[in-house]
């Protein structure tokens, strides 16, 4: 069953500009997780960020989590042509053994 | 570097035919799993196992099947192909299943004709 819904569904900005997608998500969690899928390929994680954490940095990569209003954002800061890729926010649940739950993705387009 | 390796990137089945999907990773992962990819869907999860021999149906288990004989191999059987399986399968393997990264293979793309 689908979780996380990401947020917007597509987006297109120019090299140098900052990306934010969000992620929102309905049950209690134990992790969050942003995946990147370029096209045709598989998808390469990014960055795991768990429930008791509120913000999380990798490179030009930040992740905040707030779980009182369930949900997430992903911010790449000086966006660059190669950054053009879809994003997957997935949950992992807080019950027993869990498997990740993906949203359908945001598609970025960073334009020359 | 974890690796995850899918057999084949590109399939093209008949309708009817037995289709395997390989899946191979070599970090000695306990879990591994089977998602298919399509538009407008997301990844939905088909099957996973926590361990050899085991496995467990995700959320749209009909008309598949899985193996897992070798702990590194986790093989995906089509039964019967149909063109509703015209798809991107994507295998993904992960130390602590929901709690840590998942790693994915290449994903093979299977058309059903």
């Known amino acids: 069953s689908q979780q996380g819904e990401e947020d917007p569904q597509a987006l297109s900005i120019q090299e140098g500009e900052n990306a934010t997608m969000n992620c929102s998500y309905k049950t209690s969690i134990n992790n969050l997780q942003w995946y990147r899928q370029n096209s045709g390929r598989g998808l390469v994680h990014l960055i795991l960020i768990r429930s008791n954490e509120r913000e999380k940095h990798s490179g030009r990569l930040r992740v905040t989590l707030d779980t009182s209003k369930k949900s997430s954002s992903l911010l790449i800061t000086a966006s660059r042509a190669a950054d053009t890729a879809s994003y997957f926010c997935?949950?992992?649940?807080?019950?027993?053994?869990?498997?990740?739950?993906f949203g359908k993705g945001t598609m970025l387009l960073v334009s020359p | 570097d974890v690796k995850v390796t899918q057999s084949s990137r590109y399939l093209v089945k008949r309708t009817g035919e037995k289709v395997f999907l390989e899946c191979v990773q070599d970090m000695d992962h306990e879990n591994m799993f089977w998602y298919r990819q399509d538009p407008g869907l997301g990844l939905r999860l088909i099957y996973f196992s926590y361990d050899v021999k085991m496995k467990e149906k995700g959320d749209i288990p009909e008309g598949y099947s899985v193996s897992r004989e070798k702990k590194e191999r986790f093989s995906l059987i089509l039964e019967s192909a149909s063109t509703n399986q015209t798809s991107m399968y994507l295998c993904?393997?992960?130390?602590?299943?929901?709690?840590?990264?998942?790693?994915f293979g290449n994903g093979t793309r299977l058309t059903v004709t």
């Open positions: 997935a949950t992992g649940p807080n019950s027993g053994y869990s498997t990740l739950t």
């Open positions: 993904a393997s992960s130390l602590l299943a929901g709690n840590s990264p998942l790693h």
